[in-house]
Structure formats: C-alpha cells, structure tokens
C-alpha cells in the first residue's frame, strides 16, 4: 500500500515565508556603495566565490516570490512589467548557460540584480519583517 501527501498548494494559494531582506541587503553592500564598487569587496578568491554563491541562492528565493505576487496586478501595470524584466535579467544570471566568472564586475553585476530583486520583494509583497 502507497501513501501519498498532499502535494504544494496552487500557486495562487501558496503562502509566502518571509524572507530575510535586510541579510540580502547585507550582502549587496560587500560589493556596492550606491552604484560603485564597495570598499568592503572581498579580496580572497574562496570569499568572492561563496559571497556569489550566496547571492545565487537569494535570488533563487526571491524569484517564485516575486512572480507570485505580480500575478495581483494587471497585465498592463508598470510594476508588474518592471519586475517580471528584473526576474528574466535574474534567471538569465542564474542560467547554468551564463558563465560566471570570479571577479568583482561579474560580483557588482550579480549584487545589482539582486538589489533590484530586494526593492522588487518589497514593493509587491511588504516591506521586511
């Protein structure tokens, strides 16, 4: 005999969990000051590359998110549109066809999307728990 679980809700009834906004903010900042390089930029090759790979997952959280609450809105509505572009520049990071390099430009650009993925979270789903 086979037991079975309930599978994930719909899309539509998926409750959100929060997300930690303020650490992914935090690791933003290790490589941007406004729009520049920060100061605080890692020097150590095995730092950079974790630093990247934590940038990855936090985008890999926050997309499903972000796409579920543009489903609110019209389709015709300017923040839905702003978003969901800003979610295909982060799929695109993330494809496995994109070939990440270690290197703080590569860094800054990742750190980039992900700030506009975080400013993204925040207007469509509430700011920061």
Known sequence: MSHRTAGPPATAERILDPVDIETMRAVVRRF???????DHAPSALGELAT?????RGHMQLLIPDIELATT???????????ALACVGEARGKLSPYSR????LEYAAKMARTLRALCDHYE??????Q
């Open 51 to 55: 630093l990247l790979l934590q940038m």
């Open 100 to 103: 990440p390099s270690l290197d």
């Open 72 to 82: 609110r809105l019209p389709r015709d509505d300017a923040p839905r549109y702003c």
């Open 32 to 38: 941007l000051v406004g729009d520049d390089l920060g």
């Open 123 to 128: 207007n469509l789903c509430g700011p920061a």
